[in-house]
């Protein structure tokens, strides 16, 4: 069954490959579903004989959430690395997952963009609209 095998590679996916946003983003998935599974099946902790508790995966959340939000940037984009600049695709991967995963849990993870930035992601996004259409037409 393949949604099995997307539930039993999901701890292998935990922790980042790199210290770019995007693995990080990854271990944040892959941390947060993992734990919604855990506290609304808990028959899939021993099917799967998974050894994460729940105050594990709350540290690996927040730390991945906290490395994510420090990698945001002032303009509200994030680059895919630590020092290069924002991305208006690595913003839109970041911003589509945090999505996702308050629709695949039911809950609104209000932590996830950082209070102050929320706006100026948004405005980021709007610049760059604006950019790469005058690139287009002109």
Known sequence: NPSWMIIRSLPTMATPADDDVISHMQAYYSNKLTKHLL?????????????????????????????????????????????????????????????????LTGQKDKAAIKRGQSNACIIFAEREQARVKLKYRG
Do not use: C, H, Y
């Not at 799967?48 to 990698?71: F, G």
């Not at 290069?84 to 695709?89: A, D, K, V, Y």
């Open 39 to 103: 506290d609304n099946n808990p028959q899939v902790r021993t099917i799967l004989s998974w050894k994460q508790d729940a105050d594990t995966l709350t540290r690996n959340i927040d730390a991945t959430l906290a490395k994510i939000q420090s990698l945001q940037l002032s303009d509200g984009s994030w680059a895919w690395f630590k020092g290069m600049e924002g991305s208006r695709l690595i913003t839109l991967a970041v911003v589509e997952a945090l999505v996702r995963m308050n629709i």
